[in-house]
């Protein structure tokens, strides 16, 4: 997900957006632990997403 794309969100859709990639990195975690997982960088890159969704909510206060 683009920094550009976040910028443009409401406080609403980032709230929505964050409980949804912090389910994916909880789903992810437990696929990764049973060995289901094959891309190892999936969970990097929602870690990331969360970090710039949450930057933004705290830019916007």
Do not use: H
């Not at 409980?19 to 999936?42: P, Q, W, Y």
């Amino acid at each position: 997900m683009k920094t550009k794309e976040i910028k443009t969100k409401t406080q609403a859709d980032l709230a929505k957006m964050l409980s949804e990639k912090r389910e994916a990195l909880r789903v992810f975690r437990f696929g990764a632990a049973g060995a289901k997982t094959k891309n190892v960088k999936e969970g990097r890159a929602i870690r990331k997403d969360i970090a710039r969704i949450l930057t933004a909510m705290n830019a916007a206060k």
